[in-house]
């Protein structure tokens, strides 16, 4: 059911609008569901308190990712939608989005959360590797990262 929203000034007489969509917060996550709706063809409002994005939206990192550390988890189906929607993002706002080389540092004595399901399945295979990222591994999780997202 569409929300009704009042505008006008003080002069005018408030003229009853209809929007498909309110959003409250205009954040990383409010615009970007405005986007898409509007995308979508719906009528939208946004409301927010400040200036779009000024709050903690506007503090991140601005990097779009794929989720790396999720293959540890074996979310290959996160994985694979975040690098999807990444590509949407990158091809929507070439303008003010591009890729960038990252150089992943490795360590022999480097340790992961022994927590994760690839470190307790690497632990019972291998258990001299317990909480150690081999290369191999890191290997293995960049190939699949770039062969999820297509």
């Known amino acids: 059911m569409p929300t009704r929203i009042a505008e006008g000034t ?16 205009g954040g ?5 569901i405005a ?3 509007a995308g979508r063809g719906l009528s939208v409002t946004l ?4 200036d779009l994005a000024s709050a903690t939206s506007s503090a991140s990192t601005k990097l779009f990712h794929g989720g790396l ?8 189906r996160l994985v694979r939608e975040a690098l999807i929607e990444r590509e949407t993002l990158l091809s929507a706002m070439p303008h003010i989005s591009w890729p960038m080389r990252f150089v992943l540092p490795l360590d022999r004595e ?9 470190s307790q399945l ?11 990222r081999p290369a191999w591994l ?9 062969h999820l997202g297509g």
């Not at 003080?10 to 917060?25: H, N, P, Q, R």
């Not at 409301?47 to 400040?50: N, P």
């Not at 291998?126 to 909480?131: A, Q, R, Y």
Request: charge should be negative; glycine fraction near 8%; aromatic fraction near 12%.
């Open 10 to 25: 003080a002069k005018d007489t408030a003229e009853d609008k209809l929007a498909d969509l309110l959003i409250v917060g």
């Open 28 to 32: 990383i996550n409010g615009c970007g």
């Open 35 to 37: 986007r898409d709706a």
């Open 47 to 50: 409301a927010e308190m400040d």
């Open 69 to 76: 550390r999720y293959l540890e988890y074996f979310e290959f």
């Open 110 to 118: 480097m340790r992961f959360d022994s927590s994760t399901p690839a």
């Open 122 to 132: 690497l632990s019972r295979a291998m258990p001299w590797m317990t909480g150690r």
């Open 138 to 146: 890191i290997r293995l999780g960049l190939f699949l990262y770039d």
